[in-house]
Every structure is written in structure tokens, then in C-alpha cells.
């Protein structure tokens, strides 16, 4: 930065990007956050852009996914990116029309899954779609420290993420046929969604304008439909989860998706 002769550093990305740029802040260097993460888990701010493209790719895959899970009858598990953060699972598992959503911040009971597929086979449905966040853990988990848990899943040949598990026990416990769908890390590229373009596009404007008033050590963020800064002290490092009393979650929960409990 020194060598460089810089005026100032713009970081663009999510809780550890922020994290950085408070301590690179706090050495005394002209810092500015803009908050661009598909887990759309920056603390202080509605929305991140990169989130709302994240949510359109994974609900395609979700869509797709209908088609065949329809024709061959079977039971879809379709695992979203969030590792501690459910948020582009529970947009896209609406949006995508998932019936049953496991999120990181809601420990599920395999057994309520099952129940769940069981349900709606008794109801005429000939397939279910789960969508499962790829940090999703059981309630079992949930009460083991992370190294614990880690280990218990390499033993038993599930790799790190929750999603093969679950497939394997819906389909011994239900008898249905099931599936593994994991599209990855396609759901961090591509061309943005016009939203993402407008929200970037606000939000650099905005940070513009600090620079033109040497206002640093902050970070741009959305609150309602305002643009606004907070400070990088208060942002950096905080959590922000998927609340279970979101007005997201609840709508979810009214239209009789399932969340594993």
C-alpha cells in the first residue's frame, strides 16, 4: 500500500475480506469494504451483491432437477452452497419449489425428513426435492464440537458435507429411490443477474463518494432501500445466520415446506 502510494483500498468481499480490511484499518491505512459474497452473511447490511445471481443459478439447478425427479419417481438432494450460513439455500429452496430445506442454523432429525417424503408419497407425490445446505449437520452433530463431528463423517465415508448421509437414509428408510445432485461452485460464476449489476453498481457509487470525502474504515451496506455505511469495527468478524423467526423461514414453513424438525 505504502510502496504503491496509495490513497486509499477498496476490499470487495465477504466475512473474511472484512475481517482483513479492519486490521489493514486499523494499521492506520485508508480502508473501504464493499460486501460482495454469495452467502449473503455480512452483518449490517439487507443484502450482498453476488447473492441474488447465487440464488437465480441455484434455482434453476433446483428447477431442472424436477423434471427428472418427477420421471423417475426418486427422491432429489440437491446441495446449495452456505457453510454456516443458510440464506442462498432457503431463497433458492423457495424459489425452486424444494419441499423439504436443511440449513446450518437449524439442526434436522433424519427422521422428520423421512417423514416428510413419507407424507407426500401418501399424498400421491411420486419424488420429493431436498435442498440442503452444504454446513447442514443432525441434531446429534449440533451438540459435538466441529473436530468431532468432522471425524465421525471420515469414518464412516460421507466426506465433509451432510448430503450423501441424509440421501442414503432417505432411501433406506423410505424405500424411494434417491439422488445426489451437487452443482458446485457454478453457483459463483457466470454473468451477474441484473439486480447484482444495479446493487454493485449503487453500492460503488456510494463508496465513491467517501473516498471524495475521506470517509474510511467503513463499509458500504443496504438497509431497506437506502444505501448507508457502517463501520468496519462493527462488521467485521459478526456473524449474520438465518434467524428461524426470519419472515423468509416462517413463509416457508406456511407453505408447508418442511426444515428437518
Known sequence: YKDAKLDCLLCLGGNGTHKTANLLSQEGLNIIGLPKTIDNDIYGTDVTFGFHTAVDI????????????????????????????????????????????????????????????????????????????????????????????????????????????????VQKKTGMETRVCIPGHMQRGGSPSAYDRVLATQFGSYAAGLVADEHYGVTVALKGNKIIHNDLKDVAGVPKPVPMDDPVVVTARNMGINMGD
Open 58 to 169: 441455484a434455482t434453476e439447478v433446483i428447477d431442472r432437477i424436477h423434471t427428472t425427479a418427477g420421471s423417475h419417481s426418486r427422491v432429489m438432494c440437491i446441495e446449495i452452497m452456505g457453510n454456516k450460513a443458510g440464506w442462498l439455500t432457503l431463497y433458492s429452496g423457495i424459489a425452486g419449489g424444494a419441499d423439504i430445506i436443511l440449513l446450518p442454523e437449524q439442526p434436522y432429525d433424519i427422521d422428520r425428513v423421512c417423514e416428510a417424503v413419507e407424507r407426500r408419497a401418501k399424498r400421491g407425490s411420486n419424488f420429493s426435492i431436498i435442498a440442503v445446505a452444504e454446513g447442514a449437520m443432525n441434531v446429534e452433530e449440533a451438540r459435538m464440537k466441529r473436530k468431532d463431528w468432522m471425524a465421525k463423517r471420515a469414518e464412516q465415508g460421507f466426506g465433509a458435507t451432510a448430503t450423501n448421509r441424509i440421501a442414503q437414509a
